[in-house]
């Protein structure tokens, strides 16, 4: 029964925005960290954003600090991820994941539970 959704993928040129959004059933999301991974074929799966438990701390990979923000909404079992200024190396299945308890804005997936099945973005020049 739990389930974890990403929403929002979709085909988008360069220099365009998509807002992703994650949302959970069976389990919360509120109280815990949540973090944002993508990973396209023949990639291996990296960090995207991390938000920690409260939504007053982020944390952003280098490749997307600047053009992406992660946020969480306010009933507490939604998280966003608005993404600006989208590069074709942006391309990827963006996933969606909930922090084991007692992590916070970890950039290391085995520190996250509860993956979303991912949404594709697909970003052309």
């Known amino acids: 029964q739990v389930q974890v959704v990403e929403f929002g993928g979709g085909l988008v040129q360069a220099g365009g925005s998509l807002s992703l959004s994650c949302e959970a059933s069976?389990?919360?999301?509120?109280?815990?960290?949540v973090g944002w991974f993508r990973q396209d074929p023949g990639k291996v799966r990296e960090f995207v954003a991390a938000?920690?438990?409260?939504?007053?701390?982020?944390n952003y990979a280098d490749s997307v600090k600047g053009r992406f923000t992660i946020s969480r909404g306010n009933a507490g079992n939604t998280v966003y991820l608005q993404m600006d200024s989208l590069q074709p190396e942006d391309t990827a299945v963006y996933y969606c994941?909930?922090?084991?308890?007692?992590?916070?804005?970890?950039?290391?997936?085995?520190?996250?539970?509860?993956w979303g099945q991912g949404t594709q973005v697909t970003v052309y020049s």
């Open positions: 994941a909930r922090g084991k308890y007692g992590s916070d804005l970890s950039d290391a997936s085995g520190t996250y539970a509860y």
């Open positions: 938000i920690n438990w409260s939504g007053r701390n982020t």
């Open positions: 069976g389990v919360v999301l509120g109280g815990y960290a």
